[in-house]
Every structure is written in C-alpha cells, then in structure tokens.
C-alpha cells in the first residue's frame, strides 16, 4: 500500500539534493561550486490511527501527523465530503479516548 494520508493526500515527492564545496565569498573564500546532483526522497510521517467515524463505527485511518495534531479529518466516501474532529477508539472497548 502506498504512503499516502487518507484526509489530505500527502504522499512521498521527490526532490533533490545538491552537495556544495568551498567557502562563501561573504565569508571570505572564492564560492561556492556544486559538485553534484542527487535524487532524494521527502517522505510524510504517516501513522495508523483508530478513529470513531462520525456514524459511531470505529475505522483504521492512514493519517499523517500534520492532521493529527490539527484534530480534523476531512474525507470523500461515496461522493460526499465529510468534515470532523479526530477522536481516537480506545482498544479492546467500545469507547472512545474521549471518554476515557
């Protein structure tokens, strides 16, 4: 399965990384020369999390943390947007962390 969050979209990019030698002329050497190009990967933290959907039913979500810590799902089923806290199932019971 791919490392994407289920809410915003997040997935893995690609972007690169330039390695550099010298000193900077501000700093008092003859510049900076690029000695070479790599490819790079920026992944997004993504974490399974239990969450109580909003019709009382507990599902496993792949969230990345950023919408963790912001506390709001946004997610398209069957063609509806839905918007809602975050409210995180409690294992091995039918409650929520809410109420614990």
């Known amino acids: 399965m791919a490392r994407v969050c289920e809410s915003s979209?997040?997935?893995?990019?690609?972007?690169?990384?330039?390695?550099?030698?010298g000193?900077?002329?501000?700093?008092?050497?003859i510049g900076l020369n690029i000695t070479g190009h790599t490819?790079?990967?920026?992944k997004p933290n993504?974490?399974?999390?239990?969450?109580?959907?909003?019709?009382?039913s507990v599902e496993r979500?792949?969230?990345?943390t950023k919408v963790i810590k912001t506390g709001m799902?946004?997610?398209?089923?069957?063609?509806?947007k839905m918007r809602f806290p975050l409210v995180k199932a409690v294992r091995g019971t039918g409650r929520t962390a809410v109420e614990a």
């Open 73 to 80: 799902i946004n997610l398209e089923r069957n063609g509806k």
């Open 39 to 42: 490819k790079r990967k920026f």
């Open 23 to 29: 000193l900077p002329k501000k700093v008092g050497g």
């Open 61 to 64: 979500l792949r969230l990345s």
């Open 9 to 21: 979209g997040k997935r893995t990019r690609v972007g690169g990384s330039i390695s550099r030698r």
């Open 46 to 56: 993504i974490q399974k999390v239990r969450v109580v959907m909003p019709d009382g």
